[in-house]
């Protein structure tokens, strides 16, 4: 069965602080990793991450992918309150429409 | 750019009763999505979308149907609703299926079944 691995599933850290957040996936056919922000309303997208694109990078923010070992990880550093929301991990396999989405990890980023 | 729309945003149901989820967006997006997400779970497809006139059933198609008429709209149906049905929909769009462009998410419709 096709499925993603997020941790922690909880975390509670101070303005300033660096934070990885962890992503496992064992999902046939893998196309694509996405990072999605889900604050009180939709998932905003983050980054995408493919074969072509292993390491992606956006201001405190930034992820790789390890596709030998099946895994990715997004950064954040300098955390800030505004950071606080649950991250999203999904997976897309070539061939389907379906992204197989982890549980999340949430975030509480305390002033 | 309003992107993905979705109404209404919340809605309380009785058991049995029938309602449509409506999505549109503005985006000239080919392929339009439907999850729904319960607590402490991760999203899952409904139906999607590949263009107008075309739909297919995703991971958990059961109790509902869809339409695709137009490009912009992609519209949900519940026809007897159960509380299993309760749980927070989301639509989503991209330029391009199969994983090789990100999917942008409406605000979510919360749904409650009583």
């Known amino acids: 069965e096709d499925k993603v691995v997020q941790s922690p599933l909880s975390l509670v850290v101070h303005e300033g602080d660096t934070v990885t957040l962890n992503c496992s996936y064992e999902?046939?056919?893998?196309?694509?990793l996405l990072w999605y922000k889900q604050e009180k309303k939709a998932p905003t997208f983050l980054f995408m991450l493919t074969s072509s694109g292993i390491e992606k990078k956006s201001g405190r923010l930034s992820s790789i992918l390890d596709k030998k070992e099946l895994f990715s990880i997004l950064n954040i550093t300098a955390t800030q309150t505004g950071d606080s929301a649950i991250y999203l991990c999904?997976?897309?396999?070539?061939?389907?429409?379906?992204?197989?989405f982890g549980k999340g990890t949430k975030l509480t980023v305390n002033p | 750019n309003a992107g993905v729309t979705q109404t209404p945003k919340f809605r309380i149901l009785k058991i049995g009763q029938s309602m449509t989820l409506q999505c549109t967006q503005d985006?000239?997006?080919?392929?339009m999505y439907w999850y729904r997400q319960d607590p402490g779970m991760g999203l899952k497809l409904i139906y999607y979308s590949v263009g107008a006139g075309i739909t297919d059933k995703g991971e958990v198609p059961n109790g509902y149907n869809v339409s695709r008429s137009t490009t912009e709209d992609f519209p949900l149906r519940l026809e007897l609703a159960a509380p299993s049905q309760t749980s927070v929909y989301f639509c989503?769009?991209?330029?391009?299926?199969?994983?090789?462009?990100?999917?942008?998410f409406g605000d979510g419709t919360r749904l409650s079944i009583l």
């Open positions: 999904a997976v897309a396999q070539g061939g389907s429409e379906k992204l197989v």
């Open positions: 985006m000239n997006h080919n392929y």
């Open positions: 989503a769009s991209s330029l391009q299926g199969g994983g090789n462009q990100p999917q942008h």
């Open positions: 999902v046939t056919n893998f196309r694509s």
